[in-house]
Structure formats: C-alpha cells, structure tokens
C-alpha cells in the first residue's frame, strides 16, 4: 500500500489505477513473450511529474513501463517483462504544444494521435509524414521514436526523421531536452520566444542524445514531447500502382525511383498485404483471386509552388522509368483506384479489429532491415518456413518500405492466424520463432529488436551490447525503465 | 623589363634566392593539402589522386611542400630542428618535380613550394650535408663535366660516331641549331643509338644542325635539383662561355632535363640562349610536310611527360618586384609577379607526333601534363636512393598498365631509364618506348 | 616529456620502424599553428604541443594495438587525417599524434548508393568515385580536401550539398570505432553482419556517443572506417574541365545549372531560404562568394577567371564601374545549383526558382549568367576544391558572427554584424578592409532544409603577428555582441573551451568552471559518465567536454 499511497500523493487518486480488470487489460497484447499484468497504471500530466515519478521509482526500485497509445498492442513493448511493475500511461498528455508553418515544425506530447495531428497541421496545409495503417490510438511520438517506417522515405535526410528533438526523463530522473532545444533553458516558451523550433535534432554537442530514446522501447528513459518535422501538404497528389509477377520484377525500378528521388510515396506489398488494406471496401479472398501477386505504389505530388508543373513531371517521369523497367505504371489497377489505396495507407484504422486482425482474428508479425536486392533471400526463406509448418504461404503479407532515402528497407511478414485455434497459435508461433532465426542468419536486422530479437540480435554483436550495457547503466543505473526488454 | 644580351649573365633578381626569403611562405601556407593531390577538379580516381611521390612513398606529413614548409620554420625561426636526421631525409627524398607547386598554384598567389623545397636542399649542400652519392656526383660534375658516375670526359663525343654532323666547337663551322644530347645520350651505350636516330630523324627534316662534340659538357640540371647550386652555376656559366665563344644561339635537346634547366634555370641567372626540345622540332616538320611518315606502327601507347618537360618547361619570365599590401592585409606582387602553373609546358608536341604515326593509338593516362606523375628521377633520388626512386617508377607503370596500352612513350632518357624494367604493382612489366623509335620506324 | 623507450619500441613493433618517428623533424611537423588554421579559437600565433612520436598505422588492427599500448603506458592519443584543422591535433605533453594517411581506401556500392571509406579518404576522391557511378557525396563546407571520415566521425559536415544530401551526421550508416580503450565496436549491421548499410541500433543507437552535432573531434578513439549515403549525380562520370589554371571551368555540364541570386534585402533572403527548402529544388546552395567581402567579391572571380590576373589588380578592378555594379547588386545575394534528374524535373526546378524569386523580388545576377561565370561557378560549388581560396586573401582566415540557426534570426542581423565588421576594417589594420560583410555559409545546415550555417571570414596575415592580434579582437568583440543579442557561442569561438591559447588541453577544474552555467548541464554531466564508461584513461584531451556530475564534485563520493 506504500506504493500506492506515494503514488497518489504523487500524481492524485484519479491518476492510479489498480482496478485487476484494467491492469489485465494493459497487460494483453499480440507478442509471445512473458509478460506480467502490472500492479498500477499512473497517468501523469505533466513532465513535472514523469520526473518526479521516474526519482520515486529510483528510490522504491520499481519498474516503470511507458506506454502512449491506446487500443490494441501489437508487440509486447509497452507491457511489463517483470513483475512489480507501474505502467505509466501517457496518453492523456496529447496536446499540440506548437505548431510552426514557416519551419514545418511541431511539438507533440506523447498522447497525440495521427488524426489529432493532422487535422491541426491540414489548418496551415502541412501533413505529418506517416507509417502504413496505424491504428487510430497510435501516439504519433511513439511511432516516430520507435522508427517505424514512414511511407516517404524521400523526405527522410535522417534514419529518425521526421523526429527532431524530445524531451526526456532518463531512467536516472534527469529530465532534459536534446538536440537544438538542449543548448537553451529548460522551457520550450523561452526557446520559441526566441525564434528556436527544436528543429536541429543533433547534439547539440558531439553526443546525440536523442538517438538513446530511439528503438529503446521505453527502456531508457520517458518522453515527454518530440518535435516533428511537417511536410507541405499536397494540393495535387496521385498514387500510383503498377503490377509485378515476382518481386525481383520491381527491384530495378524501385532503385531507379529511389535515386531520382521523384517519388513522394514509395513502397511494395503483395497480394495478401495489399487485400488486408482493403478489408473494408471488399473481400479479401476475393481480392486475392484477382490482385496481383506484387504491386509497387508510387506517389507523385504538386505543393503550393507551381503544382500542377511539378505533378506533371513527375507522374511522366515516374511511368517512363516504369516503362523501362518494364512496368506500366497506371492511376490504379483491376479493383485497386490508386486513391483508394492512398487514403488506405495514409489514414488511421478506427475499426475494432486492426487491419492485420481483420483476416484470421489475429496476426504475427517479423519484420527487419535490409537491403532492396537482398529481399528475395527473406521472401523464400519466409515460405519455405511456413510451408515446413504447414502455413499456407498465400496468406502471407509482405510490405517492403525504403527508409531513409533507401539507404535500408524495412521488409515485414505479416501471418494471420486464429488465435481461438491453440494449433493455429502454435504454428505461427513455431512460424515466427524459425523465421526469425532464419532472418538473422540471412543477415536480416532486427534493429527494433523486441521480444525474442533482442537476444537473437544483440547476440550478434557482443561489442554492441557491451557498449548497450554501459550507455544503460549511465542513463538508467538503477534499471527502472521497462526491465527485462532487449534482453538477451 | 628591357631585353638583356644573350649571355648578359645578369642574375634576375626579385625571384627569393636563400631560404631565409621564403620565411613569409613558410608562414603563409595555409596547410590546405594541395601539395599532396592532383589538382581537386582535375582527380580522376582515388588509386591516382595523388601527386606528390615524396609524401605518397614516406606519409609523414614533413614529406610533403607543407611539411617542408613547416621544417624550414621550425629550423630557421626556432632552430627547433637540426640539419640531421629525417630532416635531412627529407629535404633530400624530393624529386623537385614540381606536382605540388603546380597544386599549390591553383589556389594561391603568394607561395612557391618548389623553390622553397630546393632553398632547403641548397642550405643543406652548403653545410655539407648531402648524400654521399649526391656528393660525390658534384665532384664527378666537376671532374668530368658529367653527373653520371663512369663517364669520362675524353668519352663525351664517342655516341656520334659515324654521324656527319657539323663541329661547331671551333666556330668554323656555323649551324641554325646546336644538337645538345646531354650526358644520358651521350654516355649510356642504348641511349647513344636513340641520339643518333634524333639527329637522323632532324636532319631528314632538313633542320640546320651541328654539334660541339668534346666541348660538350652536362647542363648541370642535376646538380641545381639536389641543391649544388654553385656546382651548377659554374657549370651554366662555362656552358654559356663555351656557345658564346662557337657563336651558338639556338640549342635543341632530346633531354628533358637539359631543356628545363636551359630554359628556366640559366634564364634565371641571365643566360638567355634559345632552346628547344626535339620534339618541338619534329612536331613543326611533320606538321609542315618535311617529314613524313609512311610506314606503320600498330601499337598502342600512353605518353608519359616528363616533368621537366611539362610542367617545368614552360618559358622563364624575368620579374623583379616587391611585395605590397593592399586594403591593410591583403598580400600582393608589385608588379604581378608570374605564376608557374604548369599549363605552357611542352605537351602537345610529342602528343601530335604519336597522333601523326599511322597505327599509333594514343591512350592517356590519368595524372598527365601539367599533373603527371614523375618518373622517379627526378631530384637525384635514383642516385642515392633507388629503392625509393624505384617505388615511384612502379607506381608510374602502374598507371600506365591500367591503360591498357602496350607501351609508355616518353621524351627524356632520365624517364626512360627509370621507368624501364620496373615491375608495376601487379608484377608486370611494361615497354618503354624512346618517342624517337616510333617516329623512325614510321618514316 | 620523456618517452619510454619500451613505448617506442613496441610502438616499432605494431606497425614497422618505417612508419614510426619520434625524431623531431617529424613531430614538430605535428605542431598546428593555429593562425594557419580555421580553429574556431584565436587566432593565435602559438602551436599545439609536440608529440612524443607520430605513427602510421595501416590497419583498424593496428590501432586498436596502438591504443592498447596507450593504454597500458597511459599515453595521451589523437588521431588525425588531414590535419587540415587544430582539432586533429594532440593537447598535452604526453601524448602520441596517429596520422591516417595510410588508409585511404574508398568503395563504392553502386546500387545501395553507399560509400565505405578510410580516414584519408578525402571529399575529392570520394566525390570523384561516386562521379563514375551517377552518384555523388556531401562534401562538408571546408572543401574536398577534408577527410570524409573525420567530417562525419569527428567534426560537423555541412556544406553547399547539404540542403540535397544531408550532412555529414545524417549521411554516417556504419562506423568502426576502435574505442578509448582498445575496443573495437562496429555499429548496427556493421557489428553484427559485417554489412555497411545501416549504423543505428539494434535497440538505442550507441551511435548516439560517437556523433552528435559535431563528432567528437577525436576523443572517443579512433574511428577507422566509415559507410556513407551516396546522393544521385545526373552528370558525367567526370565532370570535364576546361581552362588554364587556375581559371577551370566545368565544361558542359548541360544538367547543372548555377545561379546567382540578387536580393532587395535580407528579409527577402530569409523568405526565399524557406521556399528553397519547400520546394526541394536545390543540388547545392551556398552564399560563397560574398566571403571575400562585399567590396571585393566581383573582383575577386574576375581574377580566378582569368589566369593572367592577380591581387595587385584588385584596386583597379575594384574601380570598374561595371564591377562595381555588380557589388552594388550583389549586396545580399546566394549562389544557386540545381541538377535535372530528368528534362521535366529541370524545367520544374528552373520554374519554380523563377517564381520563387517572383514572389519575394529577387532577381538572377546577370554577371553570373557569362558562361564562363557559371561554369566557374558550377565547378566551384560541386567539387568544393577550391577551399583553400578560404585563406588565398590574406593567408589565413577565421570565422566570426558564425552561428547554425534559424535565418529568419540571423538575417536581420546581417547589415549590423557587417557594420561591426566595417568599424573594424577602419580602424585596425590587421584585418582586411574588404567592405564588412563577409558573410557565406550554406543555405541548409541540415537535409532538406531548416537551419542554415554561416560565418563571417575575418581574413588575416598568418605571418603578421599584428594581424592575428587585431583578428582575435575583432572576433572576441563579435562574440560579446553575440551574446549580449543573445545568439550564443560565436563559431569563431567554438573551440575556446576545447584548448587553451596555448595550444593544451584544459583540466577538469577548467571544464567545470565553464559547465556549471549551462542552461542544461546535464549535457555535459553525462558526458562525463560517458567518459568514465569509455574513456576510462582520460587519454584523448579536452576536446570531449565534460563536467563533473554534482554528486562528484567537492568531496561528494
């Protein structure tokens, strides 16, 4: 009760939460991995009171688990790993602390939602360059910080672009910000008082304090805001889809769109991806009987200048490349307008049941990092996998997505199962298991290693997780925040 | 400037002549890297980016013009460093080949790395302080009248046996051109035969040639590359007595060295003689129809210029002037004072006698002209250091393999003696072609 | 300072008594004079301390057993490139200089657009190889002749490119550190699959330590080989050169084109920086010319376009009706390049810098439109060779009233930083009355556009000792201007608290003494636990800044 008692003194009755049906609830996820319901939900409004929570927890030993979305979670990264444990809810702390049109920059705290965002940036015509279908609960910080792939990679000069600075409460009870906004005062007031957005993320010394939050799975420290860099909103736009028999068919125009950096969007998806975005508007086993098996999308914009000479070029551009790689590059193909597919992937999904659910109940995910000519290699282990275990290979999602101005591809495996059918749930996770090693032994990078990838992973390279260690026991000497992920 | 007198031997001035003049560049320089790569705009790859053989074979960065730079501060100003150890080294392990002034040149207005290189191997010589190779090669000089170590000064007309050339030692014979072979020509029995052929190939073409046969004598060249620069000086001089006397006004020379150290460094103490290289001259005939090639030579080469010849070839240009400052620290030459950027050498005319012969194909290299990469010799370092002078060599062969061509060609024995029988880095040999050979077998 | 001879000897022994010196001639060549060198400190006339030896090493395992050895002997290290800037170089008495010249190895990956390169790989040849393959480097601002490696591991890295390529920071993927202590570490699928193409993770990036704004300037050990994103070159595989040195010109270089920009004021700079940056129609953009002085700087490119003029044409040149003009229309102005990827994507770019100087009333520099001016121009900027053009004036420069910020705070600024400058110029000799302002610095600091990084040039005599004096001065002045408007550290004194005048490092006590007032001192509070972690010798000078954490500090633990 000691706990609970500083815990309300801290935050206020309304603030903790132990009711066993809610802390069930914040402990189900989709992961595989042990898990433990934790003892309290806290919700802290400020990150006055992170701070002060994160030097409670130093003092008590307790373990704190950051968690900013809300609906289901699809990893088990924002849920306990030992027991003990206080998850620290920020969900509630979602408002735009500024927005800034003449640098595209803003600053969210964590709570803050895709649509939320949007819906304020669509206000002075700027957009936030997102992920694939996130669900409508998705902290937009938590997105970005975690580096899950944007589907605009040409935007990214930076692996973590669009996220510039943040501030943070590191596992020790520091609170500080980084980048730019670490060489003023601790008040974002002051700083924009001074004309200062938090765009400059680096530093502002020689270390990048920021990159220490990123991937970490809370593991670090608590994030309290993030600026973001904005993108212009486009006033014309068309995706754009051509169609493939085999994924080495797109890999030649893929490099050559990635380097005239033509593209706004940019990504590849199979059949059964492709269909299960779809789910809304038709059936997916119908689809599959006529989608093809591999489409590339490829966006083409206009902005405020000029937009229609810009879309011109590019959408002509862009279907000569096509052609000459022999792809024909149209406004849309049989069932799939390239608009629909657009507002698909850009919108939130705000049905119950999340997209990669809608098909079987529920899904496994494997997804890593590597290089677009290196695919094929993951494609056919990932169905000599699945046929070993009976899965059927034709419900296998694949969505490939170059970061960072292609410098690497995200390439994800997404298998639906029935989580009622206890075989179903053994397969896959038999499935995923042997994949995942499969991955890694074809070079795969699981560089968001959750779960069961930490160890595969950080196993890899003892040098690194040496030097993981060390950086922890600076940032997080006591192991406070979120113990027991990228374990190995 | 007014015209002086042949051989009015009125040392130029203006030009720094003692390394403490250079002080103010040793100061200035501003540690940019040029004296170590060709030219940034002009870098083709980074396997021959480099130009500087000194810096690219030792790496440390005292190897370099900058390092040199810094090494006559630190012995001048704070006598921090002593005439000794790798200080000596590497004053003496520099080709003076001239790469890094060219570099240097592209940038700035107010250094001049390689006279300063050759300011500190002066300063050396005077303290005694050469190589024992290079010193005994100016005692040689002034023995024999000859650098090279077993040549006789009884011997020096022996490689124009059988040719009918006019004596002009004795004035009584007169000729446009005095044909000057230089001691390589003249003493090295392979080299001899190529001489011959130059004065074949010129008569053919008409020119008006003669010789001073045993009053020949070395140009000195050498020895003003190591730092003897009173054993040259004496050397220019007694030349300048001797074509004075025969009434000689024009030489033409098929080595490189003998035409740099003509043309630049006797200008500089006021011998104003005419000189040409041989390949200027039969670039003119066959350009004006008096020698013609009719025969074909199936080969492909690639043309090495020698450094003498290219970049350090270009004419002298007299200056006398000061330095001034404008606008309270901007560093000017009052009047503009001439910049040596490399780019008037002799370049075209050996590369339009190799275009000229039927079945010649020319392929260049990446480091060519005024950023050729020196054959080695350069700087006497072949004679006291041939390990080193060697890597250069290999390094050139190198380049040159990654052609594809069958042949270096090059116009200068010094070149052409180094760069023959040396492996290049994948162990393998290359030909390499005196430009005289080709032009013979054509006609 | 002694060295030990059983040092030496197994110094000999790791990498060959060729490649290993301690006669004096060598390592007083390891001295920086720090006038002859932009060191964001000073200027000064002094040099930086005298290594024990200098070696050569030749391979990452070569370093990593020189390091041991450090170690062992507790002897101070720093490695160093290109030496092009003071902080490559040692700070204390008891300290070995490594010189990486012997690795100067660079491939490239055509397809993956990635560059992997060893410390002496400099900006020119890496450029010249991605050249071949239709792909092109960030080349940091300091010119093709710094080390790509060192800009990317241990300084800042911006340039003229950065606006299209990113910086130096942003285009680093994998790097092999041999770390403080002997470690070796690879970063993210360096480390754990030998692959170059990614350096962040697995997990919070460890990269995080070795790179932040600026690297850490050689002081968390040697960083040995580094993988970069290439950028697309829509050009040839060389970029033809035509002219007599010095005046080169890019010969028809069709895809490229190279604009000077006329501004009616700084406000209308500011505004069209952010349009540059929404409109992403920039290869390179830089106000580069303009840091000869505003007085100067027409004469100064008619003298690099013709080879036969020199600096004692200036006054006349400057009396040119005609240039005048040209100054007089240039008073705020930026140098524009943009490359067509396509016919289209050009013809985008050309109309959409027309409008964009439409719409804030700027105008081309019609003296910039003669071929040859652009040709200049475009060569100039693509392969930034001419950077020691930096120093050509005067033979030295520094940077004042240098910041990486917001342009719209900068720019109405300008006209009073530059009258600060004039006064100087009027008053004190040693600095070169080129007409105040002296401005450049990139359009971007960042990829794809933000912040933009610029400088004052305050050029120099390096020789003249009055010069330098009068130069640090002026430069001291700006910076207490600065801060009294609030801007922050001038860049001319970034280093300041990195080493002393006299060329050492300073100590802890110094560091805590200046520390202890940031706004945030966490920052440098963790730095110093970072230290401790990995560091643990202390053997890499003060260039690494740290303060003593409170509960260290007098008597606590």
Redesign the interface.
């Known amino acids: 009760m000691a706990t609970k008692d500083s815990l309300v003194t801290m935050l206020g009755r309304a603030n903790v939460i132990d009711d066993p049906k809610a802390l069930e609830a914040y402990a189900e996820n989709h992961s595989f991995d042990l898990h433990f319901k934790p003892w309290y939900i806290v919700k802290p409004k400020s990150a006055e009171k992170v701070e002060e929570l994160v030097k409670w927890a130093n003092k008590t030993g307790t373990p704190l688990v950051p968690v900013s979305s809300t609906g289901v979670k699809l990893r088990g990264d924002s849920v306990p790993s030992v027991p003990e444990a206080v998850v620290v809810d920020l969900s509630g702390m979602n408002k735009i602390l500024n927005v800034n049109r003449q640098h595209r920059m803003v600053v969210v705290e964590p709570g803050v939602t895709y649509d939320q965002l949007n819906a304020e940036l669509a206000k002075q015509n700027m957009v936030i360059a997102g992920s694939l279908r996130p669900k409508a609960g998705q902290s937009v910080l938590t997105d970005v910080v975690e580096a899950v792939p944007r589907l605009n990679p040409m935007i990214q000069w930076n692996f973590f672009d669009p996220l510039r600075c943040v501030e943070v409460t590191w596992g020790d009870g520091t609170r500080m910000f980084t980048g730019e906004a670490l060489g003023g005062p601790r008040d974002l007031k002051a700083q924009w008082a001074k004309q200062q957005w938090q765009v400059q993320y680096m530093g502002p010394w020689m270390t990048d304090y920021y990159r220490l939050v990123t991937q970490a799975q809370g593991s670090m420290g608590i994030v309290t805001w993030a600026s973001l860099k904005a993108a212009v909103k486009p006033l014309i736009h068309q995706l754009y889809i051509a169609e493939a028999d085999d994924l080495e068919s797109l890999e030649g125009f893929v490099y050559k769109a990635m380097w005239t950096r033509f593209p706004d969007e940019i990504f590849i998806l199979n059949k059964f991806q492709l269909a299960s975005l779809l789910a809304e508007d038709y059936d997916v086993d119908e689809l599959k009987d006529v989608l093809p098996p591999w489409i590339v999308a490829v966006g083409a914009a206009g902005r405020e200048l000029i937009p229609e000479v810009r879309f011109e070029a590019r959408s002509k551009d862009l279907i000569d490349i096509a052609q000459s790689f022999g792809l024909d590059l149209k406004e849309g193909i049989a069932n799939v307008p390239g608009r629909l597919l657009y507002e698909k992937v850009t919108s939130t999904d705000k049905n119950e049941i999340y997209w990669k659910d809608d098909y079987e109940g529920s899904h496994q995910s494997v997804f890593f990092l590597t290089q677009l000519e290196k695919t094929g290699l993951f494609l056919r282990a990932a169905r000599e996998v699945a046929e070993d275990l009976g899965y059927p290979t034709e419900n296998i999602g694949v969505y490939i997505q170059p970061k960072h101005l292609g410098s690497s591809y995200h390439m994800e495996f997404t298998f639906p199962y029935d989580p009622d059918s206890a075989a179903a749930t053994a397969r896959v996770q038999n499935l995923v298991d042997a994949l995942s090693v499969a991955v890694a032994d074809l070079g795969g990078y699981f560089s968001r290693p959750y779960g069961k990838w930490a160890g595969i992973q950080l196993n890899k390279d003892a040098q690194s997780l040496m030097a993981l260690k060390r950086l922890q026991g600076i940032f997080d000497p006591n192991d406070v925040m979120n113990p027991g992920k990228l374990a190995v | 400037m007014a015209k002086k007198s042949l051989f009015d031997m009125t040392p130029v001035t203006g030009y720094e002549k003692k390394l403490e003049d250079f002080f103010?560049m040793e100061?200035?320089?501003?540690?940019?890297?040029?004296c170590k790569?060709v030219?940034?705009?002009?870098?083709?790859?980074?396997r021959f980016?480099r130009n500087c053989p000194s810096?690219w074979y030792y790496?440390?960065?005292?190897y370099s013009a900058r390092?040199r730079f810094?090494?006559g501060?630190?012995i001048i100003e704070d006598g921090?460093?002593?005439w000794e150890?790798?200080?000596l080294d590497?004053i003496f392990n520099c080709q003076a080949c001239g790469a890094c002034d060219?570099a240097c040149?592209?940038?700035?207005?107010?250094l001049e790395p390689l006279a300063h290189n050759i300011a500190l191997k002066e300063r050396a010589v005077e303290k005694g302080k050469a190589p024992v190779e290079l010193k005994a090669m100016a005692a040689q000089l002034e023995k024999q009248k000859s650098m090279l170590p077993d040549a006789k000064k009884a011997d020096r007309a022996k490689w124009a046996a059988g040719l009918k050339l006019k004596d002009l030692s004795s004035a009584k014979e007169t000729a446009e051109y005095a044909f000057f072979p230089g001691c390589q020509y003249a003493y090295d029995p392979d080299l001899a035969k190529k001489a011959k052929t130059y004065v074949k190939v010129l008569l053919k073409g008409g020119v008006d040639l003669g010789y001073l046969g045993k009053g020949d004598m070395c140009c000195g060249g050498r020895a003003k590359q190591t730092g003897f620069r009173k054993e040259f000086e004496a050397e220019a001089k007694a030349n300048a007595e001797i074509w004075k006397k025969a009434g000689i006004k024009k030489i033409v020379t098929p080595c490189s060295d003998c035409y740099h150290a003509i043309k630049r460094q006797y200008a500089l103490l006021g011998i104003d003689v005419e000189v040409v290289h041989a390949v200027e001259l039969i670039a003119d005939l066959v350009k004006q129809g008096k020698l013609k090639f009719k025969k074909r030579v199936d080969l492909s080469v690639t043309y090495h210029d020698p450094c003498h010849l290219g970049r350090l070839g270009e004419p002298f240009i007299p200056w006398n002037g000061t330095e001034?400052?404008?606008?309270?620290?901007?560093?000017?030459?009052?009047?503009?004072?001439p910049?040596y950027?490399?780019?008037d050498g002799i370049y075209d005319a050996p590369r339009e006698i190799l275009e000229a012969i039927p079945g010649v194909r020319l392929i260049e290299m990446e480091r060519v002209r005024?950023n050729s990469w020196c054959c080695g010799a350069g700087g006497g370092c072949s004679v006291f250091n041939p390990e080193y002078s060697d890597a250069i060599a290999s390094e050139r062969v190198t380049e040159a393999q990654t052609t594809g061509a069958e042949a270096i060609v090059t116009a200068c024995p010094w070149c052409e003696i180094n760069l023959s029988g040396v492996e290049s880095e994948n162990g393998t040999f290359m030909d390499v072609v005196d430009i005289v050979e080709l032009v013979a077998k054509a006609l | 300072m002694a060295m030990s001879k059983d040092f030496y000897r197994a110094l000999e022994d790791i990498v060959g008594a060729r490649?290993v010196?301690c006669?004096?001639?060598?390592t007083?060549?390891?001295?920086c004079?720090t006038a002859?060198?932009s060191a964001h400190y000073g200027p000064y006339a002094t040099r930086t301390p005298k290594p024990l030896a200098?070696v050569?090493p030749g391979s990452t395992e070569e370093v990593q057993q020189i390091i041991k050895l450090c170690n062992k002997y507790k002897v101070e290290f720093k490695a160093a490139s290109?030496?092009?800037a003071a902080m490559g170089y040692i700070g204390s008495d008891n300290a070995i200089q490594l010189?990486m010249?012997?690795m100067?190895?660079?491939e490239i990956d055509e397809k993956n657009m990635i560059a992997t390169c060893e410390p002496f790989?400099?900006g020119?040849?890496?450029s010249?190889?991605a050249m071949?393959r239709g792909l092109n480097c960030n080349i940091a601002g300091v010119?093709?002749?710094s080390s790509t490696l060192a800009g990317s591991s241990g300084w800042v890295g911006f340039g003229p490119s950065s606006i299209f390529m990113g910086i130096a920071s942003e285009n680093l993927l994998g790097a092999e550190w041999v770390l403080p202590d002997g470690e070796i570490i690879r970063t993210g699928t360096l480390g754990s699959d030998g692959e170059w193409f990614c350096g962040e993770g697995p997990g919070p990036s460890p990269r995080a330590i070795f790179r932040g704004w600026t690297g850490t300037a050689g002081t968390l050990g040697v960083c040995t080989k580094i993988s970069i994103r290439l950028h697309p070159w829509p050009g040839p595989k060389?970029?033809p050169?035509r002219g007599?040195?010095?005046a080169?010109f890019a010969d028809g270089l069709d895809c490229v084109r190279a604009y000077t920009v006329c501004y009616p004021d700084w406000d209308a700079y500011a505004e069209s920086f952010r349009l540059f940056y929404e409109a992403d129609i920039c290869y390179l953009a830089h106000r580069q010319f303009n840091m000869f002085g505003r007085d100067?700087k027409t004469a100064m490119v008619e003298i690099f376009t013709h080879?036969?003029?020199?600096?004692?044409?200036?006054?006349a040149l400057m009396e040119d009706p005609y240039i005048k003009e040209q100054n007089e229309q240039m008073k705020v102005d930026v140098q524009i390049v943009m490359a067509g990827f396509s016919d289209r994507d050009l013809d985008y770019k050309e109309k959409a810098f027309d409008e964009i100087l439409r719409q804030v009333g700027a105008h081309k520099s019609e003296y910039y439109l003669q071929q040859d001016i652009e040709d200049f121009v475009k060569?100039y900027l693509l392969?930034?060779?001419?950077?020691?053009?930096?120093?050509?004036?005067?033979?030295?420069y520094e940077g004042n009233f240098g910041l990486s910020g917001n342009v719209f705070v900068a720019a109405p600024l300008m006209e009073e930083a530059a009258a600060l400058k004039r006064k100087w110029?009027q008053t004190?000799?040693?600095?070169?009355?080129?007409g105040g302002d002296s401005d450049m610095g990139s359009v971007s600091g960042i990829g794809g556009g933000g912040t933009t990084g610029w400088e004052f040039f305050v050029?120099?005599?390096?020789?003249?000792l009055a010069?330098i004096e009068d130069s640090n001065a002026h430069i001291e002045e700006t910076a207490a201007w600065m801060k009294e408007k609030g801007l922050g550290t001038d860049f001319g004194r970034w280093n300041a608290d990195a080493r002393k005048p006299d060329g050492y490092n300073y100590s802890q006590a110094e560091h805590d003494s200046f520390y202890e007032k940031l706004p945030q001192p966490a920052m440098a509070e963790y730095q110093w636990k970072i230290r401790e972690a990995f560091n643990p010798n202390h053997l890499t000078g003060s260039y690494y800044k740290t303060l003593t954490p409170k509960e260290f500090r007098k008597g606590k633990k």
Request: hydrophobic share 35%; net charge positive; glycine share 8%.
């Open positions: 103010p100061r200035r320089c501003s540690n940019c890297l040029g790569f030219p940034f705009e002009k870098i083709k790859s980074n980016g810096v790496n440390f960065n005292l390092g810094q090494l501060q630190n921090y460093v002593g150890g790798q200080a590497a060219v040149k592209v940038t700035r207005f107010n001034k400052k404008i606008l309270n620290q901007v560093h000017t030459w009052q009047p503009a004072r910049r950027a490399g780019t005024e | 490649n010196s006669d004096p001639a060598v007083e060549n390891y001295r004079i002859q060198s200098v050569l290109t030496f092009w010189d010249i012997r100067d190895q660079v790989a400099i020119g040849t890496v010249v190889e071949k010119g093709c002749s060389w970029i050169v007599t040195a010095p080169y100067i080879p036969e003029k020199q600096f004692c044409d200036l006054p060569l392969r930034l060779g001419r950077k020691n053009y930096n120093y050509t004036l005067c033979s030295s110029e004190h000799t040693g600095v070169a009355a080129v050029h120099f005599d390096g020789f003249d010069s």
